[in-house]
C-alpha cells in the first residue's frame, strides 16, 4: 500500500491535510482534522509544524496497520470527491510541471471552467466522481457544441469551432484518464461512447492565397492600410497574428547573409524562431522613421477587426475564399514549399514543433496536384 500526505487550500485560506491511500487499483483519502495556517498567521511555523508532525505519527500507524477506524478518523473513498475538487487538485499538478508550456496549461485551466460551467448548467455544482459515466459525458459534449459560447477578442461571444471542439475532447480524456489511473472513476467514459456520439476531428480545410490572387490582393485600395501592410508581411514571413501583433523594431536584426527577424519565444509555441527577411516581406515593412528598437512594427488593432478587412479586401479582389490573418500564414508555407520542396525547412521557418504538422501544407498541395491532373480527364 502508498500511502502519501496531501493539503488542500480552504476558503479561510488555510490548507487541510489529508493522507492519500493507493492500493491496488483504489484510491481513498482520510481527513484528520488537521490544518496549516498561512505563514503571515501568529505562531504559523510552530503550529504547521504541529501538525505536520501529528501526519506523519499517523501515516507511519496506518502503514504499521493501524486503520482509520480504531482511532475514529473520518475515511473517504476517492469516488465521492466532488468532480470540481479533483479538477482543481489536478490543475495544481499540471501547473506545477514546469516541462509543460503556457498554451498546454491554458487549455486545461479553459477545459476546467467549461466543465464547471457544464456543473452549474445541470444544477449539480457539488456532482461527485462517481458520477462520471457515459450520460455525463454525452451530456459534456452536447453542452459544449449547443449551448457553450466562448468570448471573442472584440468582446462578442461566438460558439465553439469543430476543430477546438475536438481539442477540449483530447484534453477530457487526458484529464479522465489520469482519474482511471487513479482509481477515482471506473474507467474514462468517452470509451463508452459510440462513434457517432463523439467529437470527429475535422478535415483540415486551409485556405491559401495562390501567386496570382495575392498580385490581385496587392492591387486593392484601402484606408486600413496597416493591415494590408501586416498582412502581405506575413505572407512573405509566415508570422501569425499574435507575433505581428507584438513584433518590435529590436526583433529585426541584420545578419550576415541579410535582414532577419529573430524572436525568442512565439506567442502560441514559446519556441523561438528566425526568419529571413526577403525582398518581398521588406518591401511591406513600414517606415522606422524615428521608432525605438522597443516601438511596434505594425500598430495593430484586434484580430477581429483585421479579419473584418482582409475579408473585404478579398471579395474586392474577386478571391472567393475565406481569407483571415492566419491566411497569410496558410499562403507562406503552401508558396515556399511548392517553391523548394523542402518541408524540412519550411518547418522551422514556421517555427513547427514538429514536421508532421507542416506535413499538412504538403497534402494540400498534392490535392491541388491531382485536381489539376483530374482537368486532363475527358481532353483525350
Not at 508532525?53 to 476517492?78: C, F, Q, Y
Amino acid at each position: 500500500m502508498k500511502i502519501e500526505i496531501r493539503t488542500r487550500e480552504l476558503k479561510n485560506g488555510n490548507r487541510t491535510i489529508y493522507l492519500d491511500y493507493y492500493d491496488k487499483g483504489k484510491r481513498w483519502y482520510e481527513y484528520p482534522k488537521l490544518y496549516l495556517v498561512p505563514d503571515s498567521a501568529p505562531h504559523a511555523k510552530e503550529l504547521n509544524k504541529n501538525a505536520m508532525d501529528k501526519a506523519v505519527a499517523i501515516r507511519a500507524k496506518r502503514l504499521l496497520g493501524e486503520t482509520p477506524e480504531e482511532d475514529g478518523s473520518p475515511l473517504k473513498e476517492a469516488d465521492k470527491i466532488l468532480v470540481s475538487t479533483w479538477m482543481d487538485e489536478y490543475a495544481k499538478a499540471m501547473h506545477a510541471n514546469a516541462g509543460l508550456s503556457s498554451t498546454y496549461l491554458k487549455h486545461f485551466d479553459t477545459l476546467i471552467r467549461m466543465v464547471n460551467d457544464y456543473l452549474a448548467h445541470i444544477k449539480s455544482p457539488r456532482l461527485t466522481m462517481d458520477c462520471i459515466d457515459r450520460e455525463f459525458y454525452r451530456g459534456f459534449l452536447h453542452y459544449m457544441a449547443d449551448v457553450y459560447e466562448c468570448r471573442t477578442s472584440d468582446g462578442g461571444t461566438r460558439r465553439l469551432a469543430k476543430s477546438t471542439m475536438h481539442l477540449f475532447q483530447l484534453k477530457m480524456n487526458t484529464m479522465l484518464n489520469q482519474a482511471a489511473r487513479e482509481g477515482v472513476i471506473k474507467c474514462n467514459p468517452y470509451h463508452l461512447l459510440s462513434r457517432d456520439e463523439r467529437i470527429k476531428k475535422p478535415t483540415d480545410q486551409r485556405d491559401f492565397l495562390t501567386r496570382e490572387e495575392l498580385h490581385r490582393l496587392m492591387e486593392v485600395e484601402t484606408r486600413s492600410t496597416t493591415t494590408k501592410m501586416a498582412f502581405l508581411f506575413s505572407c512573405f514571413t509566415g508570422l501569425r497574428y499574435s507575433d505581428l501583433k507584438q513584433l518590435k523594431w529590436g526583433n529585426i536584426e541584420k545578419s550576415q547573409s541579410g535582414m532577419v527577424i529573430r524572436i525568442e519565444a512565439m506567442k502560441k509555441t514559446e519556441k523561438p524562431v528566425t526568419v529571413p527577411l526577403g525582398t518581398n516581406a521588406m518591401a511591406w515593412m513600414p517606415e522606422r522613421g524615428d521608432k525605438t528598437l522597443d516601438d511596434f512594427v505594425f500598430d495593430l488593432g484586434t484580430c477581429g477587426g483585421c479579419n473584418a478587412v482582409l475579408k473585404n479586401m478579398a471579395k474586392r479582389a474577386g478571391i472567393n475564399k475565406r481569407v483571415s490573418f492566419h491566411t497569410g500564414r496558410h499562403s507562406f508555407a503552401t508558396l515556399t514549399l511548392a517553391a523548394t520542396n523542402d518541408i524540412a525547412t519550411v518547418s522551422r521557418l514556421l517555427g513547427h514543433t514538429s514536421v508532421t504538422t507542416t506535413q499538412i501544407y504538403a497534402e494540400v498541395l498534392m490535392e491541388d496536384k491531382i485536381a489539376a491532373v483530374n482537368k486532363l480527364n475527358g481532353i483525350f
